[in-house]
């Protein structure tokens, strides 16, 4: 079999099985403004939503049109809707990016949270924040409710943020497109006070303000990696599951969903996670449609938010010892914690 898999490799190198991948999709993998609508329709999302996307755009194969028709297509399905996206200035810590001594602009600074934020962004009617390390953009009804003043936000996720906004609406909804990819989990970890979670020092990061001129931002910046892991019990008294945030929150989409689980050892721990998620389904907080090869979901926010903050806040109580920094630490040295 391995003798194949070479042969293949030889035969059809990276780039060319890319092209030849983008060919078949243009062929048999297309995805029109309308048909995606239609798909988007069957979630049942109600009018007026305020809807936060996140999107690995590849699931959904030849976009004809360009990634514009996703953000179309979400305005055809749910009238009146707000789009909401993150549009943050770098693609790896936060930390890394304040070590540049940036200087942001809201107005000229591309979108690093991946094309769809960017063709959000470059969207007329489209308001982004003057927040200097994690602006997002909105567009629609409420676009000024979510992104007016969230500059002044100290920590990335606070109340006052884009996403602490977003996330004590009552009719906010996470729209998730073949990914659970997504910076909710953020807001997450602060309204727990994720321990590990903010670098001891404060952070001073430039860019424009609303007149124009340079402003100075005292912000606090988390840490990276290592408060993005959830502990959970194992099969015995002393063993432990350490689990990538965004998996734990959400086993979507269904090759995650395996893949998750089959990472781990521990028959509680899948069993916890396992029971969640149904009761997700059952209650209607999940919805999902398929469209064509990828799958979508809806995650009405606020329950999903309220039972993920209660199950980490008890995570937090049972495993106080397993979440200090230099236990964590030594789990990820040992490789306990990967995604």
Known sequence: MSHIVELKRKLFPKGVRSVLQRQRNKIFHRTTE????????????????????????????????????????VQRAVPDATIMMPSFPFDGSALDYIKTDPVYDRHATPSRSGLLSETLRLTPGTIRSFHPTHPCVALGPEAQHLIAGSEKSQTPFSTESTYGRFSSLENSILLLIHTNNTSLVHRVQECVAMPNLFLPEPHAVRGYAED???????????????????????????????????????????????????????????????????????????????????????????????????????????FPADYKYENMQRAFQQGLLSK
């Open 34 to 73: 309308r048909g995606l609508a239609q798909s988007l329709e069957k979630l049942g999302i109600k009018e007026r939503s305020v809807i936060c996307i996140h999107a690995m755009l590849s699931g959904l194969g030849h976009i004809v049109g360009g990634p514009s028709i996703v953000i179309r297509a």
């Open 212 to 318: 124009g001129r340079i402003a100075e931002y005292v912000l606090r910046t988390h840490v990276p990696v290592i408060p993005l892991y959830v502990v959970m019990p194992g099969d015995s008294p002393t063993e432990r599951e350490y689990v990538w945030f965004p998996d734990y929150a959400l086993l979507f989409p269904d090759y995650n969903r395996s893949r998750t689980l089959g990472k781990l050892r521990s028959a509680r721990a899948k069993k916890m996670l396992l029971e969640r998620h149904d009761s997700f389904v059952k209650s209607g907080v999940y919805r999902f449609a398929e469209h064509r090869q990828s799958l979508i979901a809806s995650v009405q926010v606020k329950p999903w938010m309220e039972r993920i903050c209660a199950d980490v806040r008890q995570s937090i109580e049972m």
